[in-house]
């Protein structure tokens, strides 16, 4: 998982605390956190659109009871403002290259996208009920270093810096938001400062630029100084078609303002990956060290 408080400067961090623990139906495992705590961010999930089909009832425990047990201590705590992370994928498949704006209706299509609308729908709950400020951030397609090892970005670089196939699925003409890890940690901490909206408000928070996956191989290869060996593989049951962030919303109610392009963002990552894997002497199975794999062509 990402580390807010990495991407984010010190002096900015200074004064929040970054926790880990299980979130499950014994509350006990987070309470020793909440005292004193006035602002929470959960950012907190199982994560994974296709891989969710294959187990719903884990996504819908970890993901939706996880966010109520948050929810129901941090009412009890008096906690004042809860920021969560939602996701980009409850809107489905319902437009072709328009932007997501957040009044359209999600459409779900995988239990993972079903989890986030329904922790924005108890999020919303505990608002009414108890009145505490909630706040929801939809995000599109986080990237970066120390980012997730089973998403696209980190697989293509992985294997074309190692100069092993990738697996490209579809045509290539499905895109996504790219959003630069730093991008959506300066929204977490614009939502919890500003305490904006109406207490049960969400936001689009991504790049607000659409790139295909042919776009974005290309990139990574730029970046890599290296070319992609592609094999072709179906389109995957759960993945939407596409992502595209309009943050209209979340630049006038919370002052968002990405700043990192994707192809700063990709050579940042290709970077902080070489020197991960030489920090810690990989040697590939084939043989072939690190140090020779990880330079640039």
């Known amino acids: 998982a990402f580390n807010a408080a990495d991407a984010i400067a010190p002096k900015q961090f200074s004064s929040h605390n970054s926790y880990d623990a299980e979130l499950n139906a014994n509350k006990q495992d987070t309470?020793?956190?909440?005292?004193p705590c006035h602002r929470?961010?959960?950012?907190?999930?199982?994560?994974?659109a296709s891989e969710?089909?294959?187990m719903p009832e884990e996504y819908v425990q970890s993901n939706v009871g996880g966010t109520a047990v948050l929810l129901d201590i941090a009412c009890q705590r008096g906690v004042r403002d809860f920021v969560y992370a939602s996701s980009s994928s409850l809107y489905g498949d319902m437009t072709n290259g328009t932007a997501f704006v957040e009044t359209m209706a999600p459409e779900p299509i995988s239990p993972y996208a079903a989890t986030k609308l329904a922790t924005e729908q108890l999020a919303a709950m505990y608002h009414r009920l108890h009145g505490i400020h909630t706040t929801g951030l939809r995000f599109f397609t986080v990237y970066g270093p120390r980012g997730r090892r089973d998403m696209a970005p980190?697989?293509?670089?992985?294997?074309?810096?190692?100069?092993?196939?990738?697996?490209?699925f579809g045509d290539g003409s499905s895109y996504r938001d790219y959003s630069y890890v730093s991008d959506i940690a300066?929204?977490?901490m614009l939502a919890l400062d500003k305490r904006a909206g109406t207490g049960l408000s969400v936001y689009?928070?991504?790049?607000?630029?659409?790139?295909?996956l042919n776009e974005f191989i290309a990139v990574v290869e730029n970046a890599a100084g290296k070319t992609a060996v592609i094999t072709q593989g179906d389109e995957r049951k759960g993945d939407v078609r596409g992502t595209f962030a309009d943050i209209g919303k979340a630049r006038a109610e919370l002052g968002y303002?990405?700043?990192?392009?994707?192809?700063?963002?990709?050579?940042?990552?290709?970077?902080?990956?070489?020197?991960?894997?030489?920090?810690?002497?990989?040697i590939d199975s084939d043989g072939e060290d690190c140090e020779q794999s990880c330079k640039g062509a």
């Open 40 to 48: 929470v961010a959960h950012l907190a999930a199982r994560a994974g």
């Open 186 to 188: 300066d929204g977490v």
């Open 204 to 212: 689009n928070v991504g790049h607000g630029k659409a790139t295909t």
């Open 154 to 168: 980190f697989l293509f670089i992985d294997s074309i810096v190692r100069g092993r196939a990738i697996k490209r």
């Open 52 to 54: 969710s089909l294959a």
């Open 31 to 35: 309470t020793q956190f909440w005292n």
């Open 257 to 282: 303002a990405p700043k990192v392009r994707l192809a700063d963002g990709l050579k940042r990552t290709v970077d902080a990956y070489r020197t991960e894997r030489m920090q810690q002497h990989v």
